[in-house]
């Protein structure tokens, strides 16, 4: 139930230390509590005074206001610290998903990703509040119990002393079916998560498909998938409870016999008897506490092991000595037998990459799906890193880098996908993205250059609408075109990468979009990754790729000369996109 790597976080030294003086203290409480209960049970039951027993009668109420006072002591100091380090959690794992940018996204899923920093991370603070309070309980409390009715009886003592374990074992194993369980019923919640975010995401898609309905049989089925893994959880979790029960109970209840054969025998009277009896039940207690908790954090767990993970990811490190103040046309990048394997892959999703760019050169990356174009502009953009193992090197001018996420080189590029991500903000915020401090007259002039300004005039609030979720609707291609209008508004960036940007838009608005972008192709370095093979016509030089290689690379007029795979290519597209 403990990960080891708990104890390892900022803080928590000084925190156990507290919890643990706490917890001497509660045990304290909770043996004078008993013992003078039992005493003023035993003056009552003796039909003594009753002013003999009112003593005992406030010091049990003493003992148990300051039981339930250091409970609350602990949690409170568990609780700031909990709350502070799943801050500092939530804080270090959006910075780290933002280094390691799509490597983690593709890892994990998206879905599981938010989820992780919204619901995993509540999740997270609950296992931490209860593992280490219970743990510190069931390791302190029962053995200073167990330590005074030693000197009660120590033949009941020492069957106590011996059930422990027994008790734990059971425990034990009904804990590691119930952990395979909840793994499998985490696999279910990532996985659902993924399902459902990439259903909102494509949802647009189903429709214009008319598959939306045979979907949502698929959305049912996973989530019927995960209703089950939950129900065989619980069923573990009540069978362990009801173990857990029994066991205690019988356990105390063979205690009470021997004490009452021990009471007819003369060998002992009331009064330790009867401390004997009160105590037992809270010998057990941390234990019951423990297990009826243990299901709870199992979810808390999981998660707090993904997020370390994500945390203990090493992130590449920058060149220091590197420095690129802006790419000029007398600037070039080369990639020589550059090879990339994700994490979990077998072989390489790219091998023996090799090309060069020059200048304000424009390169169209062209192939099949899955071909490999994403995953190179990801490589280009340092979103992923080469295999370190391999002879591969990339080249900026004459300095040779282990990889190109460097924020001298990424600070030079824009990167413009299919589906541009737009912010809940208002137009003009989402615009200035890259340049925050841009002046109105700026972003009025992007707007114009990437044909804009009819959907200004159209919004209530014109540059000052709210778009994004729970903003006002934009279409693919306005979205694209606020993305053009970012580019438009940071002149100093002189790289471009598009991954297939008009990809999901109809050729009548491409082409419309297309007349916005051709001038932004202008003193740009473009890297220009597409299905529509019209867009080659624009491209200086052009990069076949196939299986994760390039298999033919030259200017359009060439490579139809060669009449190689480039040819093929377009005849198997049937001159899709020919158009002008």
């Not at 009904?174 to 369980?181: D, E, Y």
């Not at 696999?187 to 949502?216: C, E, M």
């Not at 009470?256 to 004997?276: E, I, N, Q, W, Y």
Request: glycine fraction near 6%; charged fraction near 15%.
């Amino acid at each position: 139930m403990i990960d080891r790597r708990l104890f390892k976080l900022p803080g928590i030294r000084k925190t156990l230390m507290m919890l643990a003086a706490l917890t001497v203290l509660q045990a304290f409480s909770v043996l004078f509590q008993g013992k003078f209960l039992s005493e003023s049970i035993v003056v009552l039951w003796k039909q003594n005074p009753m002013n003999q027993a009112i003593i005992f009668i406030v010091g049990f109420i003493v003992a148990f206001a300051i039981r339930h006072i250091l409970t609350v002591l602990k949690n409170y100091a568990m609780g700031k610290w909990v709350e502070k380090t799943t801050q500092d959690m939530r804080h270090n794992l959006l910075v780290k998903i933002s280094e390691l940018g799509p490597q983690v996204i593709q890892k994990k899923g998206t879905g599981n990703a938010v989820t992780l920093t919204l619901e995993g991370m509540d999740k997270v603070q609950s296992y931490l509040m209860l593992v280490m309070i219970k743990m510190f309980d069931m390791s302190i409390i029962p053995w200073i119990l167990l330590v005074y009715m030693f000197t009660i009886s120590w033949p009941e003592a020492l069957f106590l002393l011996a059930i422990y374990p027994v008790v734990i074992l059971f425990m034990i194993i009904l804990g590691l079916a119930a952990q395979a369980k909840a793994d499998k019923e985490y696999a279910n919640f990532t996985r659902l998560s993924n399902h459902f975010v990439d259903a909102l995401r494509g949802l647009p898609t189903l429709k214009q498909l008319g598959l939306s309905k045979k979907y949502a049989d698929n959305i049912h089925e996973v989530s019927e998938d995960y209703r089950k893994s939950v129900l065989s959880t619980l069923k573990i979790a009540i069978l362990s409870t009801f173990t857990l029960d029994f066991f205690t109970t019988l356990s105390i209840a063979v205690v009470a016999v021997f004490l009452g054969f021990s009471l007819l025998d003369g060998h002992m009277t009331l009064l330790p008897a009867l401390t004997m009896l009160v105590l037992a039940p809270e010998y057990f207690l941390p234990l019951r506490n423990f297990a009826n908790d243990y299901h709870a954090t199992l979810d808390g767990k999981n998660a707090m092991t993904d997020v370390l993970e994500v945390l203990e990811t090493p992130t590449p490190q920058a060149d220091k000595d590197f420095k690129l103040t802006t790419w000029t046309p007398q600037d070039s990048l080369n990639f020589t037998n550059v090879q990339l394997t994700y994490p979990d892959g077998q072989a390489p999703a790219l091998n023996a990459i090799n090309f060069s760019a020059h200048g304000y050169q424009r390169i169209g990356l062209v192939g099949k799906s899955g071909s490999g174009k994403s995953t190179l502009l990801d490589l280009i953009g340092g979103f992923l890193q080469p295999d370190a193992d391999t002879n591969g090197t990339i080249k900026l001018d004459d300095y040779q880098l282990a990889h190109l996420q460097q924020a001298a080189w990424q600070q030079q590029f824009q990167y413009i996908p299919q589906a541009p991500y737009l912010f809940h903000a208002t137009l003009a915020e989402n615009i200035k993205f890259y340049q925050p401090n841009a002046s109105i007259d700026a972003i009025t002039a992007a707007v114009e250059q990437a044909g804009l300004t009819e959907l200004v005039q159209d919004l209530p609030a014109g540059l000052d609408t709210m778009i994004g979720e729970s903003g006002q609707a934009v279409s693919g291609g306005q979205a694209q075109r606020i993305a053009l209008a970012r580019a438009f508004l940071s002149p100093d960036r002189h790289v471009l990468l598009f991954d297939e940007p008009t990809a999901h838009l109809d050729i009548e608005t491409e082409i419309n979009l297309k007349k916005a972008m051709l001038p932004l192709l202008e003193n740009h370095l473009v890297f220009f990754a597409t299905h529509r093979l019209h867009w080659l016509n624009e491209m200086d030089y052009v990069l076949v790729m196939d299986n994760g290689q390039i298999v033919e690379q030259g200017t359009p007029t060439e490579l139809l000369a060669q009449n190689g795979a480039y040819v093929a290519l377009r005849q198997e597209m049937g001159e899709l996109g020919g158009l002008d």
